[in-house]
C-alpha cells in the first residue's frame, strides 16, 4: 500500500473526509480508500474528528498510516490535528478538474456559500466570484423551503421535476423568498410547482456568480447540491449546457484537498532531501 493524504472539508452543514491513497511508484494517485460525513453542528473540531474516525473504520487503517492531513472548508482552521489548511476554491478546483479533466468552469454551492471558478488546463484557479451577504442561491435556502413545506430534503429535488407549472419566486432575499414560499402554500399551490419555481429562482442568482467569470465549457459542479436532479436540471437549463456531475462531487473539496496535501509532502521530502 502507498502512502495515505487524508482530505477534511468542515463546511457549516456537512464535514466530510476522504482518504487517498498513493500509487506503488510513488509519483502518481491511486484510489480513494474511503469517503465518510457527518452534521457539522456547532463544534468543527469534533465534526472533522468525527468524520476522519469514521474514514479510517471504513478503511480499516490507524491514524498512524495516514502520512499527511489537509483541511479545507468553512472550519477548516477548527482542526487541530491538520498538518495544512487550504481555501475552498483551491480544493474544489482542482478536486473538480481530478473528476473531470476538461473542467474550465466550476460552480460549487454549499449550505452557506456559493462560488464560480474559473481555472486554467493545468487546474489552477485562473479568477473566482462568491456570493455576498444573502443566501438565497445556495443549499442553506434550500433547506429552508424543505422545513416550510414540511419535506425532506432529499425529496425537494425529484418532487419538484414533477412540476407542470413552475411558480415564480422572486425575492433576492432568503428569508423574503422564504415568506413567497409560504404564501404560496395558502394559495394551494402544488407544492412540486412551489419547488420547481424555488430551484429555478436559486439556479438565476448561481448563474449570475458563473457569468462574472466567464462560461468556458467544460462546467462541473461541486458540492451537496449536485445530490439534487432539480437543481441540476434548473442549472443546466439556465446555462444551456450539461453539467459534469458524479458520485464523488459531493467530495470533490476533500478530494482536491487531499491531492494538493501530496504535492506539499513530497516537495517537503524534496526539500529535506536537499
Known amino acids: 500500500m502507498g502512502r495515505i493524504v ?15 491513497e498513493e500509487d506503488g511508484a510513488g509519483t502518481g494517485f491511486g484510489a480513494i480508500l474511503a469517503r465518510a460525513s457527518t452534521v457539522t ?11 476522519f474516525a469514521q474514514a479510517l473504520a471504513q478503511a480499516g487503517l ?74 438565497s442561491g445556495t443549499g442553506r435556502f434550500l433547506e429552508r423551503v424543505a422545513r416550510a413545506l414540511e419535506v425532506e430534503l432529499d425529496e425537494i429535488g425529484p418532487l419538484s421535476l414533477r412540476s407542470r407549472e413552475p411558480r415564480q419566486i422572486s425575492s433576492i432575499c432568503a428569508v423574503l423568498a422564504e415568506s413567497e414560499v409560504i404564501n404560496l402554500v395558502t394559495q394551494d399551490a402544488p407544492i412540486e410547482d412551489i419547488l420547481r419555481g424555488t430551484h429555478l429562482s436559486i439556479s438565476e442568482r448561481l448563474m449570475g456568480l458563473v457569468r462574472q467569470v466567464g462560461v468556458r465549457p467544460e462546467v462541473t459542479l461541486t458540492g451537496g447540491v449536485t445530490k439534487n436532479p432539480g437543481l441540476v436540471k434548473a442549472l443546466e437549463e439556465r446555462l444551456g449546457l450539461p453539467l459534469n456531475v458524479c458520485a464523488d462531487s459531493e467530495y470533490a473539496g476533500t478530494l482536491g484537498a487531499a491531492l494538493l496535501g501530496f504535492v506539499r509532502l513530497r516537495k517537503k521530502e524534496k526539500e529535506t532531501a536537499a
Open 41 to 51: 453542528g456547532a463544534w468543527f473540531a469534533r465534526a472533522a474528528e468525527t468524520a
Open 62 to 135: 490507524a491514524r498512524e498510516q495516514v502520512a499527511y492531513v489537509v483541511s479545507t472548508g468553512y472550519g477548516r482552521t477548527q482542526v487541530p490535528f491538520r498538518d495544512l489548511q487550504l481555501t475552498e476554491i483551491t480544493s474544489h478546483a482542482t478536486g473538480a478538474v481530478r473528476l473531470f479533466p476538461l473542467t474550465r468552469t466550476v460552480l460549487d454551492v454549499g449550505a452557506q456559500n456559493a462560488r464560480a471558478i474559473q481555472v486554467t488546463e493545468e487546474g489552477r484557479v485562473k479568477s473566482f466570484r462568491m456570493n455576498d451577504k444573502c443566501a
Open 6 to 20: 487524508a482530505g477534511i472539508d468542515v463546511g457549516s452543514r456537512m464535514t466530510k473526509a476522504l482518504l487517498l
